[in-house]
């Protein structure tokens, strides 16, 4: 299955360096990462999304270089923004639709495809509103199935459950595994909640630089029930 490798990723603002040389890789899973603020998380994520030039450093996609080669990793990423939002005129579906258009991707399979995407994310009722006169988390969830058209490999995550109600982020959490068996999926979150649900490992992030990495193990519950407990052991330090 298809690996992104990071390798002494660097970026420099000035004579500021946000990123001081992250080796990382993701693999088909959910991997979280997590940081202090200014620990360079927004700059690794924006870097990771091709929003970013490095200063220096790779990234190998499927054993390829696409550092200088963004288009290369665009075809196969999906991505999931902290801010920003879809077009307030436009219903899920149009959304939808203008993002497979502005991905390159067949408009055929992607009528094929929304009404399954937007059942994903619970909108299928809401598929001829505007967008506008959505709450913040059916707004979001409209993100979520956006990054997920065209059965991406990549998928990067940014706080991508803000909002959501009780109900609305057990789907999510249950989408995010189903989505881990088949891609390679960076989770970006302040919510353990989401980590504990979803990722087999945890990076952390300081001062630029990967300083940790946990993974999870589920043992039995000790109340009487089939649900485990995570529990996160130290792969490296």
Do not use: C
């Not at 902290?82 to 639709?97: H, I, K, R």
């Not at 707004?139 to 199935?145: D, F, G, P, S, Y």
């Amino acid at each position: 299955m298809s690996t992104l490798e990071v390798r002494d990723l660097r970026v420099r603002f000035g004579r500021a360096e946000a990123l001081r040389g992250v080796t990382l890789s993701l693999r088909p899973g959910v991997t979280g990462l997590v940081g202090a603020n200014g620990a360079g998380k927004s700059t690794l994520i924006r870097t990771l999304a091709t929003l970013q030039r490095p200063s220096g450093g790779q990234l190998v996609w499927d054993g390829q270089d696409v550092t200088r080669r963004p288009n290369a990793l665009r075809r196969v990423l999906g991505y999931v923004p902290q801010s920003g939002g879809a077009y307030p005129q436009l219903t899920p579906t149009e959304f939808l639709q203008y993002m497979g258009a502005a991905k390159r991707l067949n408009a055929r399979a992607v009528d094929a495809q929304i009404p399954a995407l937007l059942d994903a994310v619970n909108l299928s009722a809401h598929a001829g509103r505007p967008i506008g006169s959505f709450s913040g988390g059916m707004a979001r969830r409209v993100l979520i199935a956006q990054a997920l058209l065209g059965d991406p490999a990549l998928l990067i995550l940014d706080e991508p459950s803000v909002g959501l109600d009780a109900e609305e982020r057990a789907r999510f959490q249950a989408l995010l595994r189903e989505q881990g068996k088949r891609a390679a999926v960076l989770l970006v979150t302040h919510i353990q909640e989401d980590l504990d649900a979803a990722a087999g490992r945890l990076l952390t992030l300081e001062g630029g630089v990967i300083a940790g990495e946990t993974v999870q193990r589920r043992t039995p519950s000790p109340v009487s029930g089939p649900f485990p407990l995570p529990e996160w052991e130290v792969a490296r330090a």
